[in-house]
């Protein structure tokens, strides 16, 4: 029979499968990934912060993504790097350390990428930009874009603290958390109790945020490429073109990790994939937004090489 332990405060996490030849290679390349996010994403925030000329809604915007991958990489990327080269008796975390951490992932997780988010607000800034031009300066003004941010970090806030209530909730039987960080699906496997309300409101939230997103982004395209279509305008379609593109490249890498991560927990079979992808959310996300928001924008191209008089 199977020895339980309940309700322990000490919790085991796995570990990334892979040969111990190359788990110094694995490292290196995690460890500067996450430095370029941090100095990137950090690097365009005080950008935008001192440079008054970007003070517009779009920057604005830029900086909601570039603090939100600051925060879900660097609760979760650290303790995976030092996780990498601790024996396994050594790679334990606290439970409240755990639900912490968890909460701050599925946070920013939504907060940032899936229902009324930063990236359905992008959509329709482009949108009044594109198809409303002449009230583009009335309707999205820099007081709107905080309201729309807040709303967006508020309605996460509430909807992951929920998820993450939960869970909380259950009594615990075991201690390993079959993940490389805690994450809500990780946190009620831990319990022996019946999880059918968890499961219930996890695919209900998911669905509904990820719909919602969807549904907004193909009715907000649609509009802006009708418009294009039926403007003679070789400009308008350009600046389009150049602005949706950066926008849409990243909303669907973001529901291809997205929808990976969360499949591949209904397959325990494939947990090392599940464990892969579970940190390339993180990696590939947090690098690409700098580089495609960044570096591809000729204003921040310019305040940057303005700064430095390169």
């Known amino acids: 029979m199977e020895n339980y332990t309940y309700n322990s405060l000490t919790l085991q996490l796995e570990r990334l499968n892979i040969a111990e030849d190359y788990v110094h290679a694995v490292f290196v390349v995690v460890f500067f990934t996450y430095m370029f996010i941090m100095v990137a ?23 909601n993504l570039s603090l939100n991958d600051i925060l879900g990489t660097c609760v979760a990327i650290p303790r995976f790097l030092s996780d990498m080269l601790v024996s396994t008796s050594e790679r334990i975390m606290n439970y409240n350390e755990c639900v912490i951490q968890a909460f701050v992932v599925h946070l920013s997780a939504t907060a940032a990428h899936t229902g009324p988010t930063v990236l359905m607000i992008m959509a329709f800034d482009r949108y009044v930009a594109i198809c409303n031009p002449l009230h583009y300066t009335t309707i999205m003004t820099s007081k709107m874009v905080w309201k729309l941010s807040l709303f967006a970090w508020g309605v996460g806030f509430v909807l992951v603290g929920i998820l993450i209530g939960l869970s909380v909730r259950l009594n615990r039987c075991r201690t390993l958390i079959t993940n490389l960080y805690c994450d809500n699906a990780s946190l009620f496997k831990l319990s022996c109790d019946s999880v059918l309300i968890n499961n219930v409101y996890g695919l209900t939230f998911t669905v509904v945020l990820f719909t919602s997103s969807i549904s907004s982004i193909i009715l907000t395209y649609t509009k802006i490429t009708v418009v294009c279509l039926t403007s003679k305008n070789k400009s308008l379609d350009k600046k389009a073109f150049k602005s949706c593109s950066t926008h849409l490249t990243v909303y669907l890498i973001m529901i291809v990790c997205g929808f990976t991560t969360i499949i591949l927990h209904c397959f325990p079979q494939f947990s090392s994939y599940r464990k892969v992808f579970a940190i390339l959310f993180h ?5 690409l937004n700098p580089i495609i928001y960044g570096i591809h924008s000729s204003e921040i191209h310019k305040s940057f090489s303005k700064l430095f008089r390169i």
Request: aromatic share 10%; proline share 4%.
């Open 41 to 63: 994403n950090a690097g365009i925030t005080l950008l935008i912060f001192i440079n008054k000329n970007l003070h517009q809604p779009m920057f604005l915007l830029y900086c």
């Open 283 to 287: 990696l590939i996300q947090g690098s």
